[in-house]
Nanobody, 126 residues
Framework: QVQLVESGGGLVQAGDSLSLSCAAS????????MGWFRQAPGKEREFVAA????????YAADSVKDRATISRDNAKKTVYLLMNSLKPEDTAVYYC???????????????????WGQGTQVTVSS
């Protein structure tokens, strides 16, 4: 199993940058595809970015790919999401997730992931 705890959320202004972290515990982190998703009030959860277990491949949603960078440190069992040029529409609860399968385009779907964190709130003011 993998337990996930997100941190780094908060209230920021439009145009700011924010780095989110997801600390994992459990033996399978280093072999898991990791993803970030977000859910805004009244909206469905949406994919943000994913990274392969080696960290060598990444995949981001078209809506954020120019502003989002996902990375991981397997020694620290942590995955990161750096968001630049934040917009009010980026306001959401951000979740990290771990999945056993390889990184594919299917990694944009929630069903590709077996474990989820509790989420961290990001609020972007205009």
């Amino acid at each position: 199993q993998v337990q996930l705890v997100e941190s780094g959320g908060g209230l920021v202004q439009a145009g700011d940058s924010l780095s989110l972290s997801c600390a994992a515990s459990g033996r399978s982190f280093s072999t898991s595809t990791m993803g970030w998703f977000r859910q805004a009030p009244g909206k469905e959860r949406e994919f943000v970015a994913a990274i392969s277990w080696t960290g060598g491949s990444t995949y981001a949603a078209d809506s954020v790919k120019d502003r989002a960078t996902i990375s991981r440190d397997n020694a620290k069992k942590t995955v990161y999401l750096l968001m630049n040029s934040l917009k009010p529409e980026d306001t959401a609860v951000y979740y990290c997730a771990a999945g056993a399968g390889p990184l594919t385009y299917g990694s944009s779907r929630s069903r590709a992931y077996d474990y989820w964190g509790q989420g961290t709130q990001v609020t972007v003011s205009s």
